[in-house]
């Protein structure tokens, strides 16, 4: 198969590259319309600034050296001399306030180092363009069905596809836009460049650990390390051209402005400024989003079959209609009887969430959940493919600084020879096994408050009902419901954020010797919790709540109060209710805090550092402030941790629980579309600019929802078969009456005549199958045995439906396994065939490539230095130039 355009498969016009003057994008642009001039630049207007260090001191600091500490000042000076040493070019600027002077070393790498670093960290550059945009779903569904697609939007400057390979300086005449190296390598790949330096370069002793900015960030020796970004992100005065426009103000006005919340997100932008593991979770959040749309729309459906259901249903026009016939037994010790056709508005409300409709809800979603995990990982390799990274593997990680300034020992490296720290295997297990019993005091005490919430609602409605307020006594258990909600999201949010810092704590102390091991760990943990200190009290109340009440005569009770039984329209209708309250509850203070917090913070930010009291004072304060003093004043990029957290519990309560709230995907449909703005804003106009991180997927979160997929299956089971009224309906429709006529009496029990519940020596009713004496009826068995074999023939046949989707769709589409061999093929000619054209690249290169690209030989010295300093080694051995692609 070839592409529109594509070039013949001969070696020759592999190399004539053909370029799309009107979609390239970055290095390869010729003619393009006029760009802001660049002031991420040195003082000669022309050297690059790739990154920034910074750090603060008092003004006095420079005339006697007093508030700087020594040491400090020390490691300061040997790590930016050892950036030198490096090759990097510096230049200093200071921004003097009233009480401190900001420090700023601007940062720029010379051709020769950009080329051995990128020889070094495998970058890949481009080959040849590929003319081919991200199609989605739902644009590929609109244009079969022939119907227009009001979610698409013109993005400028749309940065063309590639085909790829790893950059060898010694067949640099081979890639696309090699003769221009002032734009060849990529704004962020000049950024993996430095950072790479950065982290690698020692400032003192390397056996104690100390090497690489992020620990000298971590000791306060500098205040922050930042790439900057490009350009402001506010748009020009009107008239606008759209391709005069910066990657930045792109990005914000076509992605973060509230206007966009309908619009597809500019993938491949986003991830030209931010890197491909942010635009992948951009990609997952919007991927999701656009799957919640079915879901939505199919839970609301059923929500308003609800209605029609309600008006037409047999048992609640029994309820409704019965007056007197039903003397229920008090729902307390001290409550009154009360009459059934008193809460025929509760029942009717019930109904709308416990109906024939919610079946169908649970399977559908439950085989959603599934697809969409397919689907995901079908978009996931396509993507990952598209921007490089579907062979993405991490480079051996350097250990943590943290790690290398605490490791009690060295140990010599079996592969690079070299002493590195090291801590014992058998103390971090005993280590782990400490912070896995820390994690299970947690959760008691998660367990401590469910059950201190429990009581509380028991004793707050008795304290109500004996109040002299009528209205408040007769919703004495309504109060108690919710009040208990609203307690419950209060002490879910606080004992998230007490474990998120002991998670914190305990992952540092278990001695991760990589970010990644770290990571990952530290998800783990806190996921266990949270899965827990939310679910906790829904768990309760869809499977445990009203089972252990007992009888009249014989209620079981807990700390010698009455255990609490399901309110006067069942338990799902209490379980809809804290599912609201938790997810929509929690979802409106996140987005809330997302709003305001950063500008606040950013507020604060800018007033510590305005205003600056410039050497040049009045002339100097009407100048322009410099971009890597503009972006010092923006707040530090926290990572897409709590990002991914929040969703994935969305998720949860979305498939868990979707039997009991059918618009549980509407609330989660919208608060994603805010979501993205709020992250999209956050990520262009509030936070520094992160170094751009590689991913070739969304990491440990994919195991994560495939467990809560698998969970929602169990759950919505349980759900149908022992908390929902469908069950017993189908008995009593089959054996007793189709029209259901009677269901309510049979669902009812008599209280035994010795019980002291009797109202005017009259037995009263309650809720169960018993007989008169309290003994279970064989109707309970009955019951119990289809209630069994439902869940295990409704998680079979979804489990095996599931399987099915898993078969048929394939992980990876046949356009980009076609693709990953074409770019192969492309990569191997293009780097094995005329091997003469390198030789003069670099003199000195004696190694030729062979054929297959596999032949080993020595790495030659960087071209800009003499000088051996510990982070330029010699490398023995070099890697796959193509990788596996």
Not at 67 to 93: D, N, T
Not at 368 to 377: D, G, I, N, P, S
């Amino acid at each position: 198969m070839r592409r529109r355009g594509e070039p013949g498969e001969d070696g020759a016009t592999l190399i004539a590259m053909e370029t799309n003057l009107e979609n390239d994008y970055g290095s390869i642009t010729e003619n393009a319309p006029a760009q802001p001039r660049d002031r991420n630049v040195f003082s000669d207007g022309a050297t690059k600034v790739d990154f920034v260090l910074v750090w603060e001191e008092p003004r006095s600091s420079k005339e006697d050296g007093s508030g700087v500490s020594p040491a400090h000042r020390k490691w300061r000076e040997e790590f930016l001399k050892r950036l030198r040493h490096a090759g990097l070019l510096q230049e200093k600027r200071e921004v003097l306030q009233a009480k401190k002077r900001v420090c700023f070393v601007l940062l720029s790498a010379p051709w020769g180092v950009l080329c051995y670093y990128a020889e070094e960290i495998s970058l890949r550059v481009p080959l040849q363009v590929v003319h081919a945009s991200i199609v989605n779903w739902s644009a590929h569904l609109l244009s079969r069905l022939s119907l227009p697609n009001l979610l698409s939007q013109d993005v400028p400057a749309p940065p063309p596809d590639y085909y790829t390979c790893q950059f060898r300086a010694s067949k640099l005449q081979r890639f696309l836009g090699s003769d221009d190296r002032e734009t060849f390598f990529k704004t962020t790949q000049r950024h993996q460049v430095l950072y790479e330096i950065l982290a690698r370069t020692p400032y003192g002793s390397v056996k104690k650990g100390q090497v690489g900015v992020d620990r000298l960030v971590s000791e306060q020796v500098f205040s922050a390390a930042y790439p900057l970004h490009e350009g402001a992100f506010q748009l020009p005065p009107p008239p606008v051209c759209p391709q005069s426009l910066g990657l930045r103000q792109i990005l914000y006005s076509h992605w973060a402005k509230w206007s966009c919340w309908r619009r597809y997100q500019p993938l491949d932008h986003i991830r030209e400024y931010f890197g491909e593991k942010i635009a992948l979770y951009f990609a997952w959040i919007g991927f999701y989003t656009g799957w919640l749309l079915p879901a939505s729309l199919v839970g609301t459906l059923v929500f308003l079959v609800g209605f029609w259901l309600v008006a037409t249903d047999v048992p609640a026009k029994e309820v409704c209609e019965s007056g007197d016939s039903f003397i229920m037994c008090p729902i307390c010790n001290i409550c009154s009887h009360w009459n059934y056709s008193s809460i025929c508005v509760t029942y009717k409300a019930g109904l709308l969430f416990d109906n024939g409709g919610t079946v169908f809800l649970s399977v559908f979603m439950s085989l959603w959940a599934v697809t969409f995990l397919e689907y995901w990982k079908r978009t996931c390799s396509a993507l990952s493919h598209r921007w490089d990274c579907s062979d993405f593997q991490d480079i051996e990680e350097r250990p943590r600084p943290e790690f290398t300034a605490m490791a009690p020992m060295t140990m010599r490296n079996p592969v690079t020879g070299a002493e590195e720290p090291y801590f014992p295997e058998n103390k971090r297990l005993n280590r782990t096994v400490t912070g896995c019993m820390v994690i299970i005091i947690m959760l008691a005490v998660v367990l401590m408050f469910l059950i201190a919430i429990i009581l509380y609602r028991t004793i707050l409605s008795i304290i109500i009902y004996k109040s002299e307020f009528s209205f408040f006594s007769f919703s004495a258990g309504r109060i108690a419901s919710i009040s208990g909600s609203v307690l419950n999201l209060l002490v879910i949010l606080m004992l998230s954020r007490v474990y998120i810092a002991l998670a914190h704590v305990l992952t540092r102390w278990e001695m991760h010797r990589t970010q990644t091991k770290y990571e990952d760990m530290f998800i783990l943990k806190v996921f266990i919790f949270q899965f827990v200190n939310f679910y906790s009290s829904p768990v309760y109340i869809a499977f445990f709540k009203g089972r252990f009440v007992g009888y009249p005569g014989n209620y079981n009770t807990l700390f010698g109060v009455r255990n609490e039984d399901c309110g006067a329209g069942g338990c799902l209708i209490e379980l809809a209710q804290e599912l609201l309250v938790i997810m929509v509850g929690k979802q409106l203070i996140n987005n809330i805090q997302e709003f305001i917090s950063p500008k606040v913070r950013s507020w604060w930010q800018k007033r510590k550092m305005n205003p600056s009291l410039k050497e040049q004072k009045e002339e100097a304060a009407e100048e322009e402030v410099s971009p890597w003093e503009a972006d010092y004043q923006l707040l530090l990029c926290e990572g897409l941790f709590s990002e991914y957290l929040e969703m994935v519990l969305q998720f949860g309560f979305i498939t868990i629980f979707v039997a009991a709230c059918p618009l549980a995907p509407l609330f989660a449909l919208i608060n994603n579309w805010v979501e993205i703005r709020l992250d999209a804003q956050k990520f262009v106009t509030e936070y520094r600019r992160p170094v751009v991180e590689r991913a070739q997927d969304i990491g440990i979160w994919f195991s994560i929802l495939q467990f809560i997929t698998h969970m929602a299956v169990l759950s919505n089971a349980f759900l149908i078969a022992f908390t929902s009224s469908f069950v017993p309906r189908l008995y009593y429709r089959y054996t007793r009456d189709s029209s259901l006529s009677g269901f309510i009496n049979f669902t009812l029990a008599t209280s035994p005549q010795s019980s002291s519940q009797q109202h005017h020596n009259t037995s009263c009713r309650y809720r169960g199958f018993r007989d008169e004496k309290g003994a279970y009826l064989p109707e309970y068995f009955h019951l119990l045995a289809i209630q069994l074999s439902f869940v295990i023939i409704f998680e079979h046949v979804v489990f095996f439906i599931g399987r099915l989707i898993d078969m048929m769709v394939p992980d990876i589409p046949e356009e980009v396994e076609m693709k990953i061999k074409r770019e192969h093929y492309m990569a191997k000619e293009a780097l094995a065939e005329n091997q003469s054209l390198g030789k003069t690249m670099i003199p000195g290169n004696k190694d030729a490539v062979s054929c297959d690209l596999r032949q080993r030989g020595p790495r030659i010295s960087p071209p800009w230095s003499d000088d051996s300093s510990p982070n330029l080694k010699e490398i023995p051995e070099e890697k796959d130039p193509m990788g596996s692609n």
